[in-house]
T-cell receptor
Framework: KAGVTQTPRYLIKTRGQQVTLSCSPI?????VSWYQQTPGQGLQFLFE???????NKGNFPGRFSGRQFSNSRSEMNVSTLELGDSALYLC?????????????FGQGTRLTVV | GENVEQHPSTLSVQEGDSAVIKCTYS??????FPWYKQELGKRPQLIID?????GEKKDQRIAVTLNKTAKHFSLHITETQPEDSAVYFC????????????FGPGTRLSVLP
């Protein structure tokens, strides 16, 4: 069974640009969550999608958005990039609604904003 | 909201010794507590989890204990090996606060040969 796949693995963008990251969950998993990981802030929850609907949202500005498709693949978009958006972005998939079931992480997309 | 504290932030042990990482949480309604191991440059990997209806769970050299009354849970690694060196994150269910999991800040474990 294939694991969680994130693309691309690395990205370098300029301030003010926008970026789209992709996450393909484990087959059969319907929940996808996104996290931002930085050395100083640890793992910060961005949002969760379940059956194409955003279920939960963390405390990030509206520049961070996402969506989920009917095949459970999810995309995350960040507009008007800032230097502080440089981070490792991780997605995690789960069979059901996360929080009470095991979740599996992708390898992440490392975004560098210059 | 749910708050998860984790101690220590760094831990160094000699190979073969035991390591213990402790976490506390604030939401008494949380029922699921996973532990993740993240090696340098790799994804966090689930290594063990526990639900609130049990007090302890073991998987070979790894065990987790949960005290719901005190709202704390701990990861125990016995007979540590160099490949156990990594950052370990605990997490607690955070659905009551609009999140899936709330993660602790992590513990960097170094196993010295």
């Amino acid at each position: 069974k294939a694991g969680v796949t994130q693309t691309p693995r690395y990205l370098i963008k300029t301030r003010g640009q926008q970026v789209t990251l992709s996450c393909s969950p484990i087959s059969g998993h319907r929940s996808v969550s996104w996290y931002q990981q930085t050395p100083g802030q640890g793992l910060q929850f961005l949002f969760e999608y379940f059956s194409e609907t955003q279920r939960n949202k963390g405390n990030f500005p509206g520049r961070f958005s996402g969506r989920q498709f009917s095949n459970s693949r999810s995309e995350m978009n960040v507009s008007t990039l800032e230097l502080g958006d440089s981070a490792l972005y991780l997605c995690a998939s789960s069979p059901g609604s996360m929080g009470d079931t095991e979740a599996f992480f992708g390898q992440g997309t490392r975004l560098t904003v210059v | 909201g749910e708050n998860v504290e984790q101690h220590p932030s760094t831990l160094s042990v000699q190979e073969g010794d035991s390591a213990v990482i402790k976490c506390t949480y604030s939401d008494s309604a949380s029922n699921y507590f996973p532990w993740y191991k993240q090696e340098l440059g790799k994804r966090p990997q689930l290594i063990i989890d526990i639900r609130s209806n049990v007090g302890e769970k073991k998987d070979q050299r790894i065990a987790v204990t949960l005290n719901k009354t005190a709202k704390h849970f701990s990861l125990h690694i016995t007979e540590t090996q160099p490949e156990d060196s990594a950052v370990y994150f605990c997490a607690a269910e955070g659905r009551n606060y609009g999140q899936n999991f709330v993660f602790g800040p992590g513990t960097r474990l170094s196993v010295l040969p």
